[in-house]
Each structure stands twice: as structure tokens, then as C-alpha cells.
């Protein structure tokens, strides 16, 4: 694999190019476009180059640090580099598109900043046709772009508005949904990854407004939490198993959560004090 990105090195950049190969391989990746075009994704210090190579000739390149306003000509002004590239179907012409999945360079953080971008090839130019961005945080998997078929799958982080994650915490996982369709790319919506906190995210609230709970806890569960929990709650990522959610803020006691399905979703029918494994 380095010789393989030496050798791209030395297509893009000239004999003096090899100086810029850190020690990891992965900083360079490529995707056949088509029989004799290639994407080439560089990333050197979060600071990306997307190449496009035609019968092993540059046609096309831009570089994150350079391309206006910022990452890949989108709305942050700061650099990126590509962490994952791959094919999207043709669009209705049968003009090549990808998907470059970016991370920003920033200086620290937990919490760390990401750009989706899907992109065209047509008339020896690659131009973008849809772009955002979202975060990530912690070792929770899947997290970024998954695509199978004309459907991409998004996973970043987000927060919930009672309880409140560290910075490198995974913290409230969304899936965001998109069609790719044969003119552009078609928002689908998302859904959480943790239905079970967002019950207990939704309780806390409630009580908090003293608005009614019946539909997702029962009486002596809300009791429970109305009488344990004090103050602004700071927590961990919780700990998920079946039908059951742990979660242990700071200066509060560890609580177990236990549900069962509802017409509404999940219903809190249980909480019991004790760690969380």
C-alpha cells in the first residue's frame, strides 16, 4: 500500500512529493471512477487534495487550504482532509459521483468537527451537488457515511436537551438518511440511535415542567427519578443493554432504567438504583 501511494505521489506531485508521506499509508486513497479515472484523496496534517486522474494524467485537483471559502468550496472556513471516499451511482447522464467523507483540522477536542460532500464528474470538472456537515464524538460505531445502492446513511453525533456528554462522549447518536437520485440527492430524515435515553431525556424534561408523564413512565418510576435527580445533570454515555439504559451523572446516584414498548414508543416501567457495568 505505501508503494502504491509513493508511486500516486509521484503522478500528482513530482520526484520531490515523497517528502510529504507521513508514515501512515491511509493518507492517501483512491476510487476508480471508471476505466481510466481515478480519484485520489491526499491528507497531510487534516489538510486535504482531491486529484482526479485520466489515463493517469492530472485533469482535475483542489485543495482544501486553497479552495474558497474553505473546505472543499464549502461553508467552513477552515481546512479538511478526506477520511473515506467512495463511488455513488451515476447520475441520469452517467457522469461518474462520489462521496468524500472529510474531517476539519481543528486543535483539540473531543468533540470533532466533519464534512459530507458528494460530488459530479462532467466536462473534466468535479463539482459538488449537496454538502454538510455534522460531528462526532467517542468510539461508538457506525459513525460517518455507510451507502448501499442509492441509499447513504449519515451517522453523527448530537445532544439531548436535559442530559449533558462529555466532549468525548458518543453522546445522542443520529442517523440521517438521504436517496442519491439521478439529479442531485434527496433528504430522507433521521432517526436516533438511542431511543432508550431519548425516554429518559424526555422524562427528565417533563418533570422539569411539570407537564404529564403517564404516556411514558409509570407513576412510581417518575416518582423515582423526581425524588433522586437534583441539579444540572452531567453524565457519561450511558450504558445500553436490552430493554435497559444505566446512566450515571455527576453528584447524583447511578440509575438503571428499564422499558418495555408502548404506542408511543418506549415506556419507562422500572428504576433501580445501583452502578453501571
Not at 458528494?118 to 462526532?136: H, Q, V
Not at 430493554?243 to 451523572?249: E, L, R, T
Amino acid at each position: 500500500m505505501r508503494a502504491r501511494a509513493a508511486a500516486i505521489l509521484l503522478t500528482l506531485f513530482g520526484p520531490g512529493s515523497l517528502d510529504t508521506l507521513a508514515a501512515s499509508p491511509d493518507e492517501v486513497q483512491t476510487v476508480a471512477l471508471g476505466k481510466d479515472l481515478q480519484l485520489v484523496a491526499t491528507n497531510r496534517e487534516r489538510i486535504g487534495t482531491l486529484t482526479i486522474l485520466d489515463h493517469g494524467k492530472v485533469r482535475w485537483t483542489v485543495s482544501s487550504d486553497s479552495a474558497a471559502p474553505g473546505c472543499w468550496r464549502g461553508a467552513e472556513e477552515r481546512p479538511c482532509a478526506a477520511e473515506r471516499i467512495g463511488l455513488l451511482p451515476p447520475d441520469a447522464g452517467g457522469a461518474p459521483r462520489f462521496y468524500v467523507q472529510a474531517i476539519y483540522a481543528q486543535e483539540a477536542g473531543g468533540t470533532v468537527g466533519h464534512q459530507l460532500s458528494l460530488w459530479r464528474w462532467k466536462n473534466g470538472e468535479a463539482e459538488t451537488f449537496y454538502t454538510t456537515d455534522f460531528i462526532t464524538g467517542g468510539d461508538m460505531r457506525p459513525q460517518g457515511v455507510t451507502v448501499t445502492g442509492n441509499e447513504l446513511d449519515l451517522v453523527g453525533k448530537s445532544y439531548w436537551p436535559n442530559l449533558s456528554m462529555c466532549g468525548g462522549c458518543a453522546g445522542r447518536q443520529i442517523r440521517h438518511h438521504l436517496r442519491i437520485t439521478p439529479t442531485g440527492a434527496e433528504y430522507r430524515g433521521t432517526d436516533s440511535l438511542n431511543p432508550e435515553v431519548d425516554a429518559v431525556d424526555d422524562l427528565i424534561g417533563r418533570l422539569g415542567e411539570n407537564r404529564a408523564t403517564d404516556n411514558i413512565a409509570t407513576p412510581e418510576a417518575a416518582a423515582i427519578l423526581k425524588k433522586s435527580w437534583h441539579g444540572k445533570l452531567f453524565a457519561s454515555d450511558p450504558v445500553v443493554t436490552d430493554h435497559a439504559a444505566c446512566i450515571a451523572p455527576d453528584d447524583n446516584p447511578a440509575l438503571t432504567f428499564r422499558f418495555a414498548p408502548s404506542s408511543t414508543g418506549l415506556k419507562i416501567t422500572a428504576i433501580e438504583p445501583g452502578r453501571c457495568s
